[in-house]
């Protein structure tokens, strides 16, 4: 079992940068797989990006390549999105999300565990 809380949700400019954090409990951490997901008004939950936690590999949906950035420190038991030139249509609830074992995986239904979210709000 494992407990999520993320953090570092916020109101930013168009063009700006927030990293969101992901802390996670539990003493096996390091043998999860990690994602982070978004929900817009009015729609289901959609995939951002995944960590690997055998080789921190990662995979990113075709909307936010090259602007963001999953990363993990599992000693400190966190994953992070860093989230570089917001758009205005970024602005969603971001939930992180974890399962056990190996792999990249972007569907919703394949992560049992799930954060409360954090509102990201991009002005234009």
């Known amino acids: 079992q494992v407990q999520l809380a993320e953090s570092g949700g916020g109101l930013v400019q168009a063009g700006g940068s927030l990293r969101l954090s992901c802390a996670a409990s539990g003493r096996t951490f390091s043998t999860y797989t990690m994602g982070w997901f978004r929900r817009f008004p009015g729609k289901e939950r959609e995939f951002v990006a995944a960590i690997s936690w055998s080789d921190g590999s990662t995979y990113y949906a075709d909307s936010v390549k090259g602007r963001f950035t999953i990363s993990r420190d599992n000693a400190k038991n966190t994953v992070y999105l860093q989230m570089n030139s917001l758009k205005p249509e970024n602005t969603a609830v971001y939930y992180c999300?974890?399962?056990?074992?190996?792999?990249?995986?972007?569907?919703?239904?394949?992560?049992?565990?799930w954060g409360q979210g954090t509102q990201v709000t991009v002005s234009s």
């Open positions: 999300a974890a399962r056990r074992g190996s792999g990249l995986f972007v569907n919703r239904s394949e992560y049992p565990y």
